[in-house]
């Protein structure tokens, strides 16, 4: 290890005897190589930054892609949706064609439709 010369003459000048000044410019030094593994350099935060950067474009191009996989599955949900009522409609189409109701509209739809139909008739009794 180098032992930084203006470091030991700043302890020195600050009245410490030299062995003293030496150990305690050495524990320093043994502070900073062993802070190397975890305090992170100017490049380091470059190299992050560039990562994120990275992740972030890989993060918004999938879920574009999930967006427009879900658009698509909810389109065809709505076509299959569509198909299903157009079929129920052909269903009732052809049940109330070939019911065999007579009488008023409003006693047809009732019939095609299985409800029960009301006659109104005076007994006769003024």
Do not use: Y
Not at 50 to 76: F, N, T, W, Y
Not at 82 to 104: F, N, Q, V
Request: include cysteine; proline fraction near 2%.
């Amino acid at each position: 290890m180098s032992m930084q010369a203006a470091s030991l003459e700043v302890l020195e000048k600050a009245n410490l005897p030299a062995p003293q000044a030496r150990a305690i410019v050495q524990a320093i030094e043994i502070e900073i190589a062993g802070a190397r593994d975890t305090l992170a350099t100017k490049q380091d935060t470059l190299l992050l930054r560039q990562d994120i950067a990275e992740l972030g474009h890989d993060l918004r191009q999938e879920m574009s892609k999930l967006g427009h996989d879900v658009r698509q599955e909810m389109l065809d949900m709505r076509h299959g949706l569509e198909l299903k009522i157009e079929g129920m409609r052909s269903e009732i189409h052809a049940s109330a064609s070939s019911a065999r109701c007579t009488g008023r509209s409003s006693d047809r739809w009732r019939c095609c439709w299985g409800l029960p139909t009301f006659s109104w008739h005076t007994s006769g009794v003024d």
